[in-house]
């Protein structure tokens, strides 16, 4: 899937948390499709960084093993990988008493090339890094520093994270990641809003019935117990990528791709956003948590048997959003996430208004409004669900059929992943598909009163079987305004 490959000027990639799960899974292959795609110019090197005592050597070691647990057989390059590991070393340093950061210093020499500083690690530490960076000299006009979720807990929190960064670092230099901005269907939102004069006359209340955007993952706690038993799905993925996801939906056209042109935009959907308060979360939300049943074929624990202790923390959630602007007044939003769903998938719905008269008597069958599915993942594509009439004698039957534009068939090859987008755009300096500060915090504000609440209320989480789409009153929520969730195959 990947188009024409442009270099990047030479930097220097330091990892903070290099030996961490982020670092293996995705930040080191990441980079090395990068490296094998010849985007890299030189001299471009790649430092990692822990506390942990490693030779260059080692954390090479390290990096080989990432790369092949992690990046699929046909594009290892043994001469690729050998080239990309002369890229690495390894300095040990602890971001909290700052021991190490001369030796950051001298590794990374007096090169005026970019600079980026990832930090792959509890964002407790960010603050600290940042405060180091600058006691020790790092931080050149040339620098970026990246930050991972979760950028916050709420808005207080959130606020207090970026006044530390914010000492040290100017908002040009500052790149919050949402991978979700990385993904190719993501981007193909703006593609198929602003590239196309079909959709954008129809993309208002008068035409949009609603709209529903699900990400259902079927995989569990995984291995991240203490950060995700503090969090909840609120937090961990309706913040950031569901309502980013939404901004892109619901935004106006931006004058431009320019970073804060399209921010600019997004922020405003953000503060449109209908607040729901005590009174209206249960109306509005649900709160959900898997209790054990089957999921990817085998049988799974619930999530308090996963955690092995008690637990009111929501592994799923659904909210009836509305945004307040001209464009999409009394048009919902739906949306939803859980883990241990039936299916993987993550999808944006757009279902039109019903047609006002049908011409076509009762021996037609039922006309279904017209909807277009956007499915980021898997099998990322655009399908337009139209109805035609059935072929054949049988006289004017009529069916849905979608116009199916499967990116796996249309595009051959790879699809890269988020991250490689994502790395090499913090490289160009790019902030487009990075969240601006007054995001991150107008995200809050909304998300905040949610939580609240639900703890004022104790609004309970309600329990739902592994491997189904979450507890029966998501259906009742969207089902009360006489609509159901698309139903994903
Ligand atoms: N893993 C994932 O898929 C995702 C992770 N994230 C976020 O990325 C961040 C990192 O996650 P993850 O890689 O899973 O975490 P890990 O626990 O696997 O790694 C943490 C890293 O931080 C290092 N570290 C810890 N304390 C210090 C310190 N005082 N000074 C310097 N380095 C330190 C650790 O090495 P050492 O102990 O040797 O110092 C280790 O390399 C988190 O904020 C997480 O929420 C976000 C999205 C996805
Ligand atoms: O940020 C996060 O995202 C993942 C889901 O990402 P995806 O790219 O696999 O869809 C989620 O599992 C995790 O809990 C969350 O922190």
Redesign the pocket.
Known sequence: MTSQIIPVDPFDFIIFGGTGDLSERKLLPSLYHRQRDHQFSEPTRIIGTSRSKMSDDEFRAFARKAIEDHVAAEYIDPAEVDEFLGRISYVAADAVSGDGFEDLKAAIGDSTCIRAFYLAVAPALFGDISRNLEAHGLITPASRIVLE??LGRDLASARELNDLIGRNFRESQIFRID??LG?ETVQNLMALRFANALYEPLWNSAHVDHVQIT?A?T?GL?D?VTY?DK?GALR??VQ??LLQLLCLVAMEAPSSMDADAVRDEKLKVLRALKRINGNEAPKHTVRGQYRAGASAGGPVKGYVEELGKDSGTETFVAIRAEIENWRWANVPFYLRTG?RLAT?V?EIVIEFKPIPHSIFGDGAGPIFANQLVIRL?PDEGVKQFIMIKDPGPGGMRLRQIPLDMSFAQSFKGRAPD?YERLIMDVVRGNQTLFMRRDEVEAAWSWIDPIQQAWENARQEVQGYTAGTWGPSASIALIERDGRTWHEST
């Open positions: 979720k979760p991978h979700y993904k990400v993952e995989v995984e991240r995700y969090a961990d993925m950031n990528h883990k993987r993550s993942q988020a």
